[in-house]
């Protein structure tokens, strides 16, 4: 489903240039290792026939002058090459940095992601608020458009990094950091936080998801829309439960009188690629596992063991699994 | 191992009360570890300035300035009273040495009760915000240096009382005497940082 | 012990001391320094025990146990990591596990074991008799031993440290972390520290002011040049994280807000602060071993060092350039770019002296007669490990390279690449070097070689996979990673070659046990060195020389042995633990220094800081109760006593002599 993570494998306009960056800096450093590498050997292979190993270790003062006069102008020269290097990869990194700058423009789209722990709040942003929306753990991005990413956090550091993407930018509270991406080929994808932030700092992932951008903003648009009713009898008792249930007090599920805002949002739960922030496929049997025992899957995690019955919980599997 | 004595330091000085001695090397470096000390805390008080869009946090007036201005005097006049007496036991005189001492000790006692006036009457704490959290700490840091220099002044002034000090033997107050001008000299800084800046 | 060092216990003519009369001075008595010098036998000796090499030889034992401590940490995690989703720790215990590893590196291992080689060899090959301060000296071990056992006995009340030892707020303030957790970790590191500020303030002193007579800045060792920058580095740096965690102490314990946001206050003041601090770190760690590579490079290419004064001027300015690098760890935090664009400018910088030295010392070997020991294979290993750490270093000083790889294994690799490559490597090396001086005995070189070979493959095989797992977007700090992320070969890899790296330690263990006891003898010299440690007996007496010498070489062994005869200063006394004061610069003669002698001074007062500091952990009413405790300790130590063989005070001779000094 969800590719494997490559930061060398580029998707966007930052990987890609920062790959090259790499793939150039790789080349430079291998002759660097190389040289310096043939330089010890030669230096220790130099005297191998004059001195038997078993020479006592008797010392030697006779320093040829004419060897010295030699070993300057090469350490000279080395120590030049080195600056010489030095300057070409700062200028090509100074290089990367604007190249990655440029992504900015006036009238791309915003999308703030906050990061809690251990999942991920994602809100599209519009100038309108009533056109703002709220959901989690997953984030969906145009290809071919520059997005500004605002990254916020709710409690500690995190840091958001979609290793395809872009390079990643830490989610500070008290602070908003902002990168521009710009995504270019279309299909799923992993992010993950890149910063340690706690306990269950390894289980805090999502996916990302690339699309086409007509494609992009149809979906944009239909995740507007309130949760849809269900009419199958099993989920009408889901949503009853749900709301009876501590559920409602963590998780919003937008028409329903469900309001928590301390967990993901639930709206639109059964199009999420994944539970649990990335932990697990989005699978009714998994779903399941993970309502009747979450500190199992993620101990530690918020959200708390609710004793449920066998009705309940296969009414709440149905229902969120429905909330397409 | 066959040796040749060539250099016979038999007569020189058993001990180097001289301002280059291993002690005085030795006193520079804690000085410089306790700058680097007060230096990062500046810092942390600058940074935390450039951070916050009003300075005082939570709209409280810049410092009153008239009782810490008294107070500074009163630390530098301390300290001029140390070298003073430092000056004296040069001399070999030991009176001036006791009285010395004393009256520095009692400056600086005189510090600590006129800082804890002034702190008794600010409107925030340590718990406040940010910047009641940076003044109080890096005040209540100088404090505890001039506490020290109490607690240690005491002991090298009952060596004074009991006339150990002469001047050949007369580290232990030049020891003494280089802390407590540094203890003074740091807090110009920190005088000027905590009660002009904010004004600035 | 040839005949010529018998000799060496005998005055020598010129050198005389009155033996028969108690109530005249003695000097140059071979036979009474001994007396004067020795530590008191028993328990109570033991414990009061100040000679720098005592003191030293504990360090670099209590840093050996700790560097094995911090490597079975390393070994669990790997056997965690080495197949996806293992149970075998759980995420809790996992991230005490990374925090504790990274903690007992950096501040229990690293720079200790540094330091005990410097207080060790110092001495020695500066050709004085101990440090200037020997009380402080055993202080500071005292303050370390206990901060580094109390750190591991909170592993086993669970309440070790489990936010990194980076331990960013707020994850590490009281909302997200309650409990007594980070308690440990501010009062530990701030009380571990100050055993490393001591150790550098007094070997900055005794540097600068006991230096054999003679021996101007311009002949001195080069290990001796790294031990002064990386304490002057010190005295700088540490400060920064002490501040630090004063302050989120603060934080915990008496709600002020310097890391909250919500009261003003602002998380990335710590990371400025700490960076400040643990950055040069890094360099404090790296230059000693630069001078241990030094010290090997010069007597196993059995010629005077290639470009001497370039390595001199590299290291000074490594200690300036690695204050300006600090931001390079705050990268992806968001700080402007003009900024960050001048932090990767200095970061890139600071590879030319590193790259003037690896260059000057294969220039040595090239221009001399390589003999390949183990200590020289050692260097080897760290030239190949180095570089490659070097290198990869250039790459994360680029902003963008490193928003890609930063906080993920490909740093985990370079940081060991460099710290392993450019510290453990030397150490080793050092061991193998210096193990005859103070042993007496040789280490074993064919279990040198199996020690040597074991590291650098295991070494390899541990941490080269590890680049790989950084591009696959392996974060660090992860206690467990799923199948389907395909990181499982690299890390079975890696795994593998963490217990090729502990084979490695074993052979060094056997190595050293074995050869304690029924080594060969090493004799005073076994390598034909240049510096002045091997003039003395192996191990040294507890004067270290029986006679000060007097240096008019840069390689006085070297260039001294053509004569066979050592010009030495005499007229030193031996009844007490007098050394010769000399000049910062020129080392022209100044003066005498009369040393403290042993003393539990230094035990009470650490004692004292320890109710204060690992009491406050509990209850802030410890702090004053360990400061009183400690002010009367220093009260105790610094009280002159009126004993005629107590130094520094009443000698009956005082004032005819000063009078004669003040007038020349």
Same mark, same amino acid.
């Given at each position: ?324 | ?200 | ?150 750190? =591991? ?129 890094? =360099? ?112 994360? $000083? ?104 502990? $084979? ?111 009491? $406050? ?48």
């Amino acid at each position: 489903m969800m590719q494997v993570q490559s930061a060398l494998d580029p998707a966007g306009a930052g990987s890609a240039s920062i790959a090259s960056l790499w793939w150039f800096m790789f080349a430079i450093g291998t002759v660097v290792f190389i040289g310096v590498m043939v330089a010890t050997a030669w230096a220790f292979v130099r005297h191998r026939r004059a001195t038997p190993a078993a020479e006592p270790l008797a010392f030697d003062k006779r320093v040829d002058d004419a060897d010295d006069k030699r070993a300057s102008r090469v350490v000279g020269i080395a120590a030049a090459t080195t600056v010489a290097i030095l300057i070409v990869t700062f200028a090509l990194s100074l290089g990367t940095s604007r190249a990655n700058a440029r992504l900015a423009t006036e009238d791309g789209a915003e999308i703030e992601i906050v990061g809690v722990q251990w999942w991920w709040e994602v809100r599209y942003l519009d100038s309108l608020p009533s056109r703002v929306v709220r959901t989690a753990n997953e984030l969906h991005l145009p290809a071919g458009r520059s997005v500004r990413l605002k990254l916020r956090s709710r409690d500690v550091i995190h840091s958001f990094w979609a290793p395809n993407l872009h390079g990643k930018m830490d989610m500070i509270p008290g602070r908003e950091n902002t990168i521009w991406v710009r995504a270019d080929r279309p299909g799923t994808y992993r992010a993950q936080c890149a910063e340690f932030c706690g306990l269950q700092h390894t289980r805090m992932a999502m996916a990302v998801v690339i699309h086409e951008a007509p494609e992009y903003d149809a979906w944009l648009e239909s995740l507007r829309a309130p949760a849809r009713i269900q009419s199958d009898s099993l989920a009408i008792a889901g949503a009853a439960a749900f709301v009876r249930l501590p559920c409602a007090a963590c998780h919003m599920i937008r028409g329903t009188d469900a309001l928590g805002q301390a967990g993901p949002d639930l709206t639109h739960f059964a199009r999420r690629l994944t539970i649990a922030a990335g932990e697990l496929p989005n699978t009714p049997a998994n779903l399941s596992a993970w309502l009747a025992n979450p500190q199992a899957i993620k101990p530690g995690n918020h959200m708390p063991n609710v004793s449920l019955s066998p009705a309940d919980l296969s009414a709440l599997v149905a229902y969120l699994s429905g909330l397409q | 191992m066959n040796v040749r004595a060539v250099l016979d330091v038999r007569t020189l000085s058993p001990y180097s009360y001289r301002n280059d001695g291993a002690l005085w090397w030795g006193m520079m470096g804690m000085i410089v570890i306790e700058s680097a000390v007060f230096a990062m805390l500046a810092a942390s008080y600058f940074y935390l300035k450039t951070q916050s869009a009003e300075w005082p946090l939570g709209g409280y007036d810049a410092p009153k300035l008239l009782l810490p201005s008294i107070n500074t005097g009163v630390l530098i006049a301390s300290s001029l009273v140390m070298h003073w007496a430092d000056k004296g036991v040069a001399k070999n005189d030991q009176r001036r040495l006791r009285v010395g001492m004393i009256v520095a000790a009692l400056l600086a006692a005189m510090f600590l009760v006129l800082k804890y006036v002034e702190y008794s009457d600010v409107p925030y704490r340590w718990d406040t915000n940010a910047y009641g959290s940076i003044v109080w700490t890096i005040i209540g840091f100088h404090s505890v240096h001039v506490m020290v220099l109490l607690a240690k002044t005491m002991v090298v002034a009952t060596l004074a009382m009991r006339g150990y000090f002469d001047p050949y033997r007369r580290l232990g107050v030049i020891i003494n005497g280089m802390y407590w001008h540094f203890v003074v000299a740091v807090w110009i800084p920190l005088y000027v940082m905590l009660y002009w800046s904010p004004r600035w | 012990m040839t005949g010529e060092q018998q000799a060496a216990t005998e005055p020598t003519p010129g050198v005389g001391g009155d033996r028969h009369d108690p109530s005249t001075p003695r000097y140059d008595d071979v036979s009474q320094l001994h007396d004067t010098w020795s530590t008191p036998p028993g328990i109570i000796g033991w414990l009061s025990a100040v000679n720098h090499r005592t003191v030293g030889l504990r360090f670099i034992i209590t840093a050996f146990v700790f560097l094995l401590l911090g490597g079975l940490l390393a070994l669990v995690m790997r056997l965690q990591l080495m197949s996806p989703d293992s149970a075998i720790l759980s995420a809790d215990r996992y991230n005490q596990f990374f925090t504790l590893h990274g903690v007992t590196m950096m501040f229990l291992f690293a720079v200790p074991m540094a330091e005990g080689f410097a207080i060790y060899v110092t001495p020695l090959l500066i050709g004085t008799r101990d440090m200037a301060f020997p009380r402080l000296n055993a202080f500071g071990y005292y303050v370390y031993l206990i901060g580094g056992v109390a750190l =591991y006995v909170s592993l086993f009340l669970d309440v070790a440290p489990d936010a990194g030892w980076f331990n960013y707020p707020t994850l590490s303030g009281k909302t997200y972390s309650p409990g007594a957790r980070i308690d440990v970790y501010t009062t530990i590191i701030t009380f571990v520290e100050v055993s490393a500020l001591v150790a550098a303030v007094e070997l900055v002193a005794t540097i600068f002011k006991q230096r054999a007579p003679g021996m101007s800045l311009s002949r001195m060792p080069l290990f001796v040049w790294a031990i002064l920058i990386t304490s002057l580095m010190i005295l700088f740096a540490m400060p920064g994280v002490i501040v630090a965690s004063v302050m989120l102490a603060l934080d915990r314990m008496a709600d002020t807000h310097f890391f909250v946001p919500s009261g003003g206050g602002d998380p990335l003041l710590w990371q400025h602060l700490f960076w400040w601090f643990g950055h040069p770190e890094v =360099y404090i760690i790296l230059v000693p071993g630069l001078g241990f590579i030094s010290s090997i490079v010069t007597v196993f290419s059995r010629r005077p060092m290639f470009g001497y004064t370039a390595i001199v001027l590299s290291l000074i300015a490594t200690g300036i350039i690695s204050f300006g690098l600090w931001v390079h760890h705050m990268f992806t935090t968001g700080v402007p770019e003009l900024g960050s664009s001048f932090f990767t400018a200095a970061s890139m910088l600071i590879a030319i002296p590193a790259g003037v030295q690896i260059f000057c010392w294969i220039a040595t070997i090239w221009g001399g007669r390589p003999v390949l020991r183990t200590p020289l294979l050692f260097v080897i290993g760290f030239i190949i490990v180095f570089v490659i750490g070097g290198i990869s270093g250039v790459m994360v $000083a680029s902003v963008q390279f490193d928003s890609q790889v930063h906080d993920t294994y490909f740093v985990v690799a370079h940081l060991h690449y460099v710290l392993f490559g450019g510290m453990v490597f030397p150490t080793f090396g050092a061991f193998y070097y210096w193990f005859p001086k103070i042993v007496g005995r040789m280490l074993s070189e064919r279990l040198g070689k199996w020690n040597f070979w074991l590291l650098l493959i295991g070494f390899n095989v541990t941490f080269f996979p590890m680049h790989q797992l950084g591009f696959k977007g392996m974060p660090r700090r992860v206690y467990s990673y799923d199948d389907a992320m395909g990181w499982g070969a690299e890390n079975l890899i890696a795994t593998v070659g963490s217990w090729i790296v502990a $084979a490695g330690m074993l052979v060094f263990i056997v190595n050293v046990i074995r050869s304690w006891r029924n080594g060969e003898v090493a004799g005073d010299d076994p390598w034909n060195a240049d510096s002045l440690e091997w003039l003395t007996p192996s191990p040294p007496p507890q004067y270290n020389f029986a006679h000060i010498p007097v240096i008019s070489s840069r390689w006085p062994l070297w260039d001294q042995d053509r004569a066979g005869v050592y010009d030495v200063v005499s007229g030193i006394r031996s009844d007490r633990r007098e050394v010769v004061v000399t000049s910062a610069i020129e080392a022209d003669v100044q003066g005498l220094s009369v040393l403290a002698r042993p003393s539990l001074t230094p035990l009470a007062l650490a004692l004292g800081c320890s109710v204060a500091f690992v009491g $406050a952990i509990w209850s802030l009413i410890w702090v004053p109760v360990g400061a009183v405790l400690a002010y009367l300790a220093m009260a105790v130590w610094h009280w002159p006593v009126h004993d005629e063989r107590t130094p520094p005070w009443r000698t009956p001779e005082r004032d005819p002599r000063l009078d004669s000094t003040e007038s020349t």
